[in-house]
């Protein structure tokens, strides 16, 4: 599914939106030459680089070919099951040459070379790796990489004061994990569960145990959330389906970069500034970002869109040898020729 979108760009100061899924890297720079202008008492500017943990050194930007593709990656954080599982894997892909940006989603259940899904290559091989795989399946080259702890989220919205989030499609997920109640039996004698676990297995016996759960529901359209409600909007799972969490975390990613950028917002940068640099993980620096800014221009030519990857398009559903729900492409088990030429064709 691709979906055209019209940006308005006077929400988006100096093309944030552009290159905001970069959101972390590029905010604190943009808020940085913001106020370093004016000279507030608590300038960015005392945010310094090496506050950001830099890997790699990211590719050398080349102003004659304009393109750069880079990676952004959520994972849970420290307090949930798979903490560094990446659910949000989104390629950034920007051509200055056209004036396209487009946003790229790439499943977490798409299974990759060495028999594992590609949200699981992160915390196998490190965030600065998961390029590799990526380009594998997308075709895209990787010059720049971001991952975001989603658990830091929650401060940073609360921080900002709760988020607008225009909520996609509406969904209601009966089964949202509460924190810490994992292995209550929830008033069932030992005799009961020995039934239970005769008779169901996985998610079903699971769902037995409902005061392990809470009830999520969300409306279609606008809704004023906080840093709380936020993570348990993106990490929602069983409301709808890993594509629908895609639109939903490019609806938060949206609805923060709103909030950092607005008029609102920026009597809290210090506290924001604070929030962001622990939370990312990079190999962009300041005079990179810098650069960017230079190289793309008027952002306010650009068109954007987005992309995800879906078995409407072109993924099917499978089951790898340990019996785990996988996604592979219709092409057949690592044969990612198709997903590039879809790439390739709507890019």
């Not at 810098?290 to 995800?308: A, C, K, P």
Request: include cysteine; proline fraction near 3%; charge should be positive.
């Amino acid at each position: 599914m691709i979906q055209k979108i019209k940006a308005n760009w006077q929400n988006f100061a100096i093309g944030t939106l552009l290159v905001g899924i970069f959101i972390l890297g590029f905010t604190i720079t943009y808020l940085t030459l913001t106020f370093s202008k004016v000279g507030t008492k608590n300038s960015p500017a005392q945010a310094t680089p090496d506050s950001l943990v830099k890997f790699n050194a990211p590719i050398k930007i080349d102003d004659q070919k304009g393109i750069f593709n880079t990676l952004l990656l959520g994972y849970g954080g420290e307090g949930h099951s798979g903490s560094y599982l990446t659910d949000s894997i989104i390629v950034v892909h920007v051509n200055t040459n056209t004036k396209k940006a487009t946003l790229i989603s790439i499943p977490r259940d798409l299974w990759v070379r060495g028999n594992h899904k590609i949200n699981a290559e992160g915390s196998l091989n490190g965030f600065q790796n998961v390029g590799g795989p990526v380009k594998d399946v997308t075709g895209l080259p990787i010059n720049y990489f971001v991952s975001v702890d989603f658990g830091g989220f929650v401060k940073l919205i609360d921080n900002l004061g709760a988020i607008t989030v225009d909520v996609p499609k509406a969904f209601d997920d009966a089964f949202y994990p509460i924190l810490g109640e994992e292995n209550n039996v929830c008033g069932k004698t030992e005799e009961e569960i020995f039934v239970l676990k005769n008779k169901y297995s996985g998610f079903d016996l699971e769902k037995q145990f409902t005061c392990r759960y809470e009830r999520l529901h969300f409306d279609k359209g606008p809704v004023s959330i906080d840093g709380t409600t936020a993570l348990k909007f993106v990490r929602s799972r069983h409301g709808d389906s890993d594509f629908g969490r895609s639109e939903r975390q490019f609806a938060i990613l949206k609805g923060v970069l709103n909030k950092l950028i607005s008029a609102h917002s920026l009597d809290k940068t210090s506290k924001t500034i604070d929030t962001l640099v622990k939370i990312v993980r990079t190999n962009l620096d300041i005079k990179t970002i810098r650069n960017l800014i230079e190289v793309f221009g008027n952002t306010s030519q650009y068109q954007l869109s987005e992309i995800h990857l879906t078995t409407d398009n072109v993924l099917n559903t499978s089951t790898s040898f340990d019996k785990q729900f996988i996604l592979v492409p219709k092409a057949g088990n690592f044969n990612f020729s198709g997903i590039q030429k879809f790439i390739q064709s709507s890019i």
